[in-house]
Nanobody, 123 residues
């Protein structure tokens, strides 16, 4: 499975961005896709996950309220809509996929990762 994340960039506080993650290769056995982020000096943080089959979702504390995960199965693409961005949202954002059942939230449970896309929020 190959994942290509895009959509990052520089945005002012209060603005919005939509990240995309295009999956290719043998994706049929993947249970869910997730978004994580990692700020300098911090651990990778779970934001949200979505089930490929039934579109059920799960959000981490940092993803609740302002972020929305969605997908387009026809395009094998997962999105992360981020609204009301804050400077503390500045990080590299990663998409990942997992075979593990149960909407897991830890990075080690995700088998495939994209390279990440940088989001910078200015104050």
């Amino acid at each position: 499975v190959q994942l290509q994340a895009s959509g990052g960039g520089l945005v002012q506080a209060g603005g919005s961005l939509r990240l995309s993650c295009a999956a290719s290769g043998r994706t049929s056995n993947n249970y869910a896709a997730g978004w994580f982020r990692q700020a300098p000096g911090k651990e990778r943080e779970f934001l949200a996950a979505i089930n490929w089959s039934d579109s059920s979702t799960r959000y981490g504390d940092s993803g609740k309220g302002r972020f929305t995960i969605s997908k387009n199965n026809a395009k094998n693409t997962v999105y992360l809509q981020m609204n009301s961005l804050k400077p503390e949202d500045t990080a590299v954002y990663y998409c990942a996929t997992t075979y593990r059942v149960g909407m897991v939230v830890t990075a080690k449970d995700y088998a495939y990762w994209g390279r990440g896309t940088l989001v910078t929020v200015s104050s």
